[in-house]
Nanobody, 127 residues
Framework: QVQLVESGGGSVQAGGSLRLSCAAS????????MGWFRQAPGKEREGVAA????????YYVDSVKGRFTISRDNTKNTMYLQMNSLKPEDTAMYYC????????????????????WGQGTQVTVSS
């Protein structure tokens, strides 16, 4: 099992930046597919970005491509989401998640089929 704790959320004006962190503990973190999700009030949870266990290949939902960057440091058991050029529509609770998967990592992000979840960190972007 993997335990996940997010940090780094906050309030920022449109056009600003934030970096979210997700600290993992427990099982072999480096073998997990990692992802970031978000959920705005009244909306379904949405997969934002995912990263394969070894790093390298990543996937982004169209609405954040070119603005968000997912990365991981397996030596620190930590994943990051660098968010630039933030928009009010990025306002949501952001969750990190993990699943023991390789090639299905990205399809699992789209279908929201991850096994382990953090408690979430709030991101608010004002216009």
């Amino acid at each position: 099992q993997v335990q996940l704790v997010e940090s780094g959320g906050g309030s920022v004006q449109a056009g600003g930046s934030l970096r979210l962190s997700c600290a993992a503990s427990g099982d072999t973190y480096s073998s997990y597919c990692m992802g970031w999700f978000r959920q705005a009030p009244g909306k379904e949870r949405e997969g934002v970005a995912a990263l394969l266990p070894g790093g390298g290949r990543s996937y982004y939902v169209d609405s954040v491509k070119g603005r968000f960057t997912i990365s991981r440091d397996n030596t620190k058991n930590t994943m990051y989401l660098q968010m630039n050029s933030l928009k009010p529509e990025d306002t949501a609770m952001y969750y990190c998640a993990a699943v023991s998967a390789g090639f299905s990592c990205f399809t699992r992000l789209v279908s929201r089929r991850f096994d382990y979840w953090g408690q979430g960190t709030q991101v608010t972007v004002s216009s």
